[in-house]
Nanobody
Framework: QVQLVESGGGLVQPGGSLRLSCAAS????????IGWFRQTPGKEREGVSC????????YYASSVTGRFTISRDNVKNTVYLQSDSLKPEDTAVYYC???????????????????????WGKGTPVIVSS
């Protein structure tokens, strides 16, 4: 099973940028699709972006399209989320999640939905405030 560790969160002013990292370890990491989700207190966790394992195809929520970019370094087994033009409403704890079976990839990556098979990291907080 894969293990995930997020980093790179912090406090940033509106309009600023952060690069979040999700370091993956374990057997078969290269076969996992990895996605980013975020959650604020009292709200459900929502999908932000995902990158597939076999073809590198990327997916984005409409709220971040054009501002966030997901990428994958298969040598370092790390997925990055470059977050630009940050807004106060981007404030949340950001989690990365991983799945490897076809049905879960369809749900988590293509549809940005949460399914029970997702392996989660512990999250990294992002605060966008002046």
């Amino acid at each position: 099973q894969v293990q995930l560790v997020e980093s790179g969160g912090g406090l940033v002013q509106p309009g600023g940028s952060l690069r979040l990292s999700c370091a993956a370890s374990g057997s078969g990491v290269q076969y996992y699709a990895i996605g980013w989700f975020r959650q604020t207190p009292g709200k459900e966790r929502e999908g932000v972006s995902c990158i597939n394992s076999n073809n590198g195809q990327t997916y984005y929520a409409s709220s971040v399209t054009g501002r966030f970019t997901i990428s994958r370094d298969n040598v370092k087994n790390t997925v990055y989320l470059q977050s630009d033009s940050l807004k106060p409403e981007d404030t949340a704890v950001y989690y990365c999640g991983a799945v490897h079976d076809a049905l879960s990839i369809q749900a988590m990556c293509v549809e940005l939905r949460i399914v029970d098979t997702i392996v989660w990291g512990k999250g990294t907080p992002v605060i966008v405030s002046s």
